[in-house]
C-alpha cells in the first residue's frame, strides 16, 4: 500500500474528536495536494521520492526505555527537558518544575487550541497540513502574561526506529502571552539504524510584547529524514531570534515563516548548516510584513563538504502596508567540495515604497589568498582551512543569545568541522 | 667564506602565459641585509611571491637553494617552518581570524616542525607582549579580525610583528615602508635591526631611500623587467634616489 494510502486509512481508524474541524480541513488540504514532488516549485531541489517509498510504522507506540532517554538527555545542555517519544509528548519522562510554563496536551486545553491553532497562517504546505489532520495528540505549551523563564524550554523529540521504520507527526502550539519571555529550544535523535521520518509542524503565537528565542538543533543520524515546519506569528511589539542548526541527518526541509502582524515587531533569523556526506539540507524561510515600522534581519550560512547539498530559500514580503519596514537577508556559502552544490534564491517582493530591505546571496571556495596568507606563516593546509571555515562560521554563532547553547553548539560544531 | 643562506640560480617564472621573471641570480649569506629595488611592474612582489611558494606562478626554470634545501619543492607552510617569511605589501583581510588567534597555531606549528614543544597559554603571551613592545602594537588591533579595517601602516606593522613572533631566518620586506608615517618607519625599522643577528638575513623591496637609512643594506639590487640588472652598495640606492631608473633601463635595454 502506498503511504498516502496508509495514511488516509490511519486517518480513518482514528476516532478522536479534538479540533476535529481543523483536522478534517487540513486533511482535504493534504488530500489534494498529496506528498511534495519536485514538480513543486517550493520542492524542486528537495526530491522525497525515496523516502517516500519505504513502508513506515505510523507513529508507534513509545518503546523507548527510560535509561536510554536518560542516555540523550545526559548529552544536552540543562534545560527544562520535554521530552518526546514517537512523536507524542511523554509527561512521566518530562522535567515537573517547568518554572511558570504551561504544558498540555491539545484534548486538556481544547478551547485555547481551537480558537489559534493552524488558523491565520501565511501559507499553507501539505506537510503542515498533513501535521495537523494529525494533530490530535498535540502538545500546547503555554507561558502565561509577564512570566519569564530563565532556563531554555528543551523539547528532544525522540524516535525509535530499532525494529522498524518509524513515521511521526509532533505538532505543537507555543502561546507567549503578553510581556512572556522564553528560550525554547528543539533537538532530534533518532535511535536505531532503521529510517526515521519525521513531520514535526510547530504554531508559535507571540502576543504584544513577548520575547522568544528559538532554536533548532538538528545533528541526527543518516537515516533521518525530517520536515521541520514553524510558523511563527508576532502580534505586536515582539522579538524574536530563531536560530536554526543543522549539522546531521540524511534530509533535512525547514520551514520557518515568521508573520509579523502589527507595528514594533523584531525578527532575527539566525542559521547554519554544515553538511558532510550526502547531507542535504533545505532551508525555505519566510518573512511577511504585513504591517509598518518592522525589522527582520537574516543571515544563512552554509559549509558544504563532499557530495552533500544544501538548499536556501528565503522570502521576504513587505505588503502595501508595511511602511518603514527594515528587512536584511544574507545567505553565505561556502563549499568545500567540488561534488558538494548548493541551490540558493532569495526573493523580495515589496509592495509598500517607503522601505528599507536588503538581500545578498554567495557561494564559493574558501578564499586562495587568504589560505595562502595563513601557510605563508607556517601554517599547514588543513589547519589553515579549517580556521577559515571557523571563521566563516563564527558570525552566527557569536549571534547566539542563550551562553549554555551556545556552548553546547560550538563543541557540536567543533566536531563536524 | 660563510656559506649561503639562500641561493637563487637563473630564476624564471610566469603567471597565466606572462614571463615575469626572467633569470634572476641572488646570493645572500646569513647576516647580510639585501635591498632590491626597481620600477614598478619589474617583479619585486613576484620574487617576493615565488620564494614563499605562492602556487599561481609557475616556476618555468632555475633553482632556489634554502640552508642547502631545494626551496621549490617546498610547501608555503614548510617554508615558513624552514625559516622564510615574506611581509607583504598587500596584507589579504581575513574577516573572524584574529591575529592572536592565528599566530598561536602558527607560532606552534612552526615550533612542531622545529621538534619543539608547543607553548602553553601563558607562554605564548609572554611572547606576544614582548614582541607587541618591540614593534609598539597594541593588543586591542591584534585582537580585532585580521587586517580588517585596519589602515594601512597598521597591516604593514602587524606584518612586522608577525615577524617578531615567528623570529625566521630570512625576512623578505615587500614595500613594508610604504603607508607608513615617519614614526611608523622609524618603530618597524627599528623592531627590524633588534630582530636582526648574524645569523639570520633580510631582503628588502623598497622604493625608497628612506627606509635603508634605518635598515642599512649590505648590497643593493636594481631589478628591471624580469632581471636583476644592476648591483652594488648602499651607494647605488642614492644614485637611483638622485636619478632615477632611466639610465639604468638604457643600459638595459642597450645590452638587450
Ligand atoms: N595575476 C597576474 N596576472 C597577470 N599579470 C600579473 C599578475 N600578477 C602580476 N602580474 C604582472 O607581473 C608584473 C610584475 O608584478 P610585480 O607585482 O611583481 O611588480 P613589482 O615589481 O612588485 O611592482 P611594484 O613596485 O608596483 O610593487 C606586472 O606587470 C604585473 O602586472
Ligand atoms: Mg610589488
Known amino acids: 500500500m502506498e503511504l498516502k494510502d496508509t495514511i488516509l486509512q490511519h486517518y480513518r481508524e482514528q476516532t478522536s474528536d479534538v479540533i476535529a474541524d481543523v483536522r478534517q480541513d487540513a486533511l482535504n488540504t493534504f488530500n489534494q495536494i498529496g506528498f511534495p514532488t519536485i514538480k513543486h516549485e517550493e520542492w524542486k531541489y528537495t526530491n522525497l521520492k525515496q523516502s517516500l517509498t519505504k513502508p513506515y510504522a505510523i507513529q508507534p507506540a ?16 540543562k534545560g527544562i527537558f520535554l521530552v518526546f517519544v514517537n512523536g507524542i509528548f511523554q509527561p512521566e519522562l518530562s522535567d515537573k518544575n517547568l518554572q511558570g510554563a504551561e504544558v498540555n496536551s491539545f484534548a486538556e486545553k481544547v ?6 491553532f493552524g488558523k491565520n497562517l501565511p501559507f499553507t504546505d501539505s506537510m503542515q497540513s498533513l501535521n495537523i489532520a494529525f494533530a490530535q495528540q498535540g502538545t500546547f505549551i503555554r507561558i502565561p502574561k509577564n512570566v519569564s523563564i530563565e532556563a531554555p524550554l528543551f523539547c528532544v523529540f525522540l524516535t525509535d526506529t530499532q525494529t522498524e521504520n518509524v513515521f511521526v507527526q509532533p505538532s505543537l502550539f507555543i502561546l ?26 510547530s504554531h508559535i503565537l507571540l502576543q504584544k510584547d513577548a520575547y522568544l528565542d528559538a532554536y533548532k538543533i538538528q545533528n541526527d543520524v543518516v537515516s533521518a529524514v525530517q520536515i521541520n515546519t514553524t510558523q511563527l506569528v508576532h502580534e505586536s511589539k515582539c522579538t524574536s531570534h530563531t536560530t536554526t542548526i543543522t549539522l546531521g541527518g540524511g534530509i533535512t526541509r525547514n520551514n520557518l515563516s515568521i508573520s509579523l502582524q502589527s507595528e514594533h515587531n523584531e525578527a532575527y533569523l539566525n542559521g547554519l548548516y554544515v553538511t558532510q556526506g550526502t547531507m542535504h539540507v533545505d532551508n525555505h524561510t519566510l518573512v511577511d510584513h504585513a504591517m509598518p515600522n518592522c525589522y527582520s534581519n537574516e543571515l544563512y550560512k552554509g559549509i558544504l563538504n563532499d557530495t552533500s547539498s544544501g538548499v536556501f530559500n528565503g522570502k521576504i514580503w513587505v505588503r502595501k502596508d508595511a511602511q518603514k519596514t527594515n528587512a536584511f537577508q544574507s545567505n553565505k556559502n561556502v563549499l568545500m567540495s567540488k561534488e558538494a552544490s548548493v541551490n540558493t534564491k532569495p526573493q523580495l517582493e515589496i509592495f509598500a515604497d517607503d522601505v528599507k530591505c536588503s538581500h545578498g546571496a554567495t557561494t564559493g571556495q574558501l578564499d586562495e ?5 595563513l601557510r605563508a606563516r607556517g601554517i599547514g593546509e588543513e589547519s589553515a582551512k579549517k580556521l577559515l571555515v571557523h571563521a566563516f562560521a563564527f558570525d552566527v554563532v557569536d549571534k547566539i543569545k542563550n551562553s549554555v547553547i551556545k556552548e553546547y553548539l560550538i563543541e557540536a560544531l567543533e566536531a563536524k568541522l | 667564506m660563510k656559506r649561503s643562506m639562500l641561493s637563487i640560480k637563473n630564476l624564471q617564472a610566469r603567471i597565466e602565459e606572462k614571463e615575469i621573471l626572467r633569470g634572476i641570480n641572488l646570493e645572500v649569506k646569513p647576516g647580510e641585509v639585501h635591498a632590491i629595488m626597481g620600477p614598478n611592474g619589474s617583479g619585486k612582489s613576484t620574487l617576493a611571491s615565488v620564494l614563499s611558494g605562492r602556487e599561481d606562478y609557475e616556476v618555468t626554470g632555475g633553482d632556489v637553494t634554502f640552508n642547502g634545501k631545494d626551496l621549490l619543492e617546498l610547501s608555503p607552510e614548510d617554508r615558513a617552518r624552514e625559516g622564510i617569511f615574506l611581509a607583504f605589501q598587500y596584507p589579504v583581510e581575513i574577516p573572524g581570524v584574529s591575529t592572536i588567534n592565528f599566530m598561536k597555531t602558527a607560532v606552534n606549528e612552526v615550533r612542531e616542525y622545529r621538534g619543539q614543544d608547543p607553548l602553553d597559554a601563558v607562554s605564548f603571551l609572554k611572547l606576544m607582549k614582548e614582541k607587541m613592545k618591540l614593534v609598539e602594537i597594541d593588543e586591542s588591533l ?32 615587500d614595500e613594508t615602508d610604504s603607508g607608513l608615517d615617519i614614526d611608523a618607519l622609524r618603530i618597524v625599522a627599528n623592531g627590524v635591526n633588534k630582530l636582526k643577528s648574524k645569523d639570520n638575513a633580510v631582503i628588502v623591496v623598497t622604493h625608497y ?42 643600459e638595459a635595454d642597450a645590452v638587450v
Not at chain 1, 507567549?176 to 509542524?201: K, M, P, R
Open chain 2, 209 to 250: 631611500q628612506r627606509l635603508l637609512d634605518y635598515i642599512v643594506p649590505d648590497y643593493v639590487h636594481v631589478l628591471y623587467k624580469g632581471r636583476i640588472v644592476k648591483s652594488g652598495t648602499k651607494e647605488l640606492a642614492l644614485e637611483l634616489e638622485e636619478k632615477g631608473y632611466d639610465w639604468i633601463k638604457a
Open chain 1, 369 to 373: 589568498q587568504a589560505l595562502y596568507y
Open chain 1, 111 to 116: 478551547d485555547v487550541v481551537q480558537r489559534y
Open chain 2, 142 to 173: 591584534l585582537k580585532r579580525a585580521l587586517n580588517e579595517g585596519f589602515s594601512g601602516g597598521e597591516k604593514k606593522r602587524n606584518e612586522i610583528f608577525q615577524m617578531a613572533m615567528l623570529e625566521p631566518k630570512l625576512a623578505i620586506l
Open chain 1, 62 to 77: 513509545a518503546t523507548l526505555s527510560k535509561a536510554a532517554i536518560q542516555e540523550v538527555l545526559d548529552t544536552l545542555p
Open chain 1, 176 to 201: 507567549l502571552e503578553d510581556g512572556a519571555q522564553a528560550t525554547i529550544a528543539e533537538s532530534y535523535h533518532t535511535i536505531g539504524t532503521n529510517t526515521s521520518f519525521t513531520n514535526l509542524f
